[in-house]
């Protein structure tokens, strides 16, 4: 079974410009979030969405938004870069169980974006 | 809000010691509570979970036991190995929620 599918693995952009990352989840899993990790603050939880809506949020700026699509494939968007966006984006796809909120999560290899 | 405490790194060991990384966490209610491993150019891979007080995660030789009079879950090894070398994260999903909640990170080295 294929893992989580994240690209491009790496990206260098420029301040100012936008950038989309793409994250295919396992299949059948039908949630998927968003984490950033920096040196500096660690993990930190951006965003899940599950059924093309978004269901929770991290304390992000608004220049971060995501989307899911109907075969829970999701992309997350930065816009007007900043330097300090400069990260390891990491996805996760977990089953999404009625009525449970323990299901392990699975993480693909990240997206390295490099703002210069 | 929520949060988890790890111990500092980097922890270096040599080949079959014995390893404990410290790990406490805050939150409201009951969390479900992880260990994570991130191997170097890799994302995170889930080592073990404990879901309610007392249950103990366990796996590849690893343990961790959900305290919830200390609010802490420890993760230990009897013998490292080399293959071990990694940064270990503890993370926390506080009850009715999918967002982890993360510590800063243990860098364990092993040398053999």
């Known amino acids: 079974k294929a893992g989580v599918t994240q690209t491009p693995r790496y990206l260098i952009k420029t301040r100012g410009q936008q950038v989309t990352l793409s994250c295919s989840p396992i299949?059948?899993?039908?949630?998927v979030s968003w984490y950033q990790q920096t040196p500096g603050q660690g993990l930190q939880f951006l965003f899940e969405?599950?059924?093309?809506?978004?269901?929770n949020k991290g304390n992000f700026p608004g220049r971060f938004s995501g989307r899911q699509f109907s075969n829970s494939r999701s992309e997350m968007n930065v816009s007007t870069l900043e330097l300090g966006d400069s990260a390891l984006y990491l996805c996760?796809?977990?089953?999404?169980?009625?009525?449970?909120?323990?299901?392990?999560?699975?993480f693909g290899q990240g997206t390295r974006l490099t703002v210069v | 809000g929520d949060s988890v405490t790890q111990m500092e790194g980097p922890v270096t060991l040599s080949e079959e010691a014995f390893l404990t990384i410290n790990c406490t966490y805050t939150?409201?209610?009951?969390?479900?509570l992880f260990w994570y491993v991130q191997y170097p150019g890799e994302g995170l891979q889930l080592l073990l979970k404990?879901?309610?007080?007392?249950d103990k995660g366990s796996n590849k030789g690893f343990e961790a036991t959900y305290r919830k009079e200390t609010t802490s879950f420890h993760l230990e090894k009897g013998s490292v190995q080399v293959s071990d070398s990694a940064v270990y994260f503890c993370?926390?999903?506080?009850?009715?929620?999918?967002?982890?909640?993360f510590g800063s990170g243990t860098r364990l080295q092993v040398q053999p």
């Open positions: 996760a796809s977990s089953l999404k169980i009625t009525g449970s909120s323990v299901t392990e999560a699975f």
């Open positions: 299949s059948g899993h039908r949630s």
């Open positions: 969405y599950f059924s093309e809506t978004q269901r």
């Open positions: 939150a409201t209610g009951y969390p479900s």
């Open positions: 404990a879901t309610k007080a007392d």
């Open positions: 993370a926390l999903s506080a009850a009715g929620r999918r967002a982890l909640t």
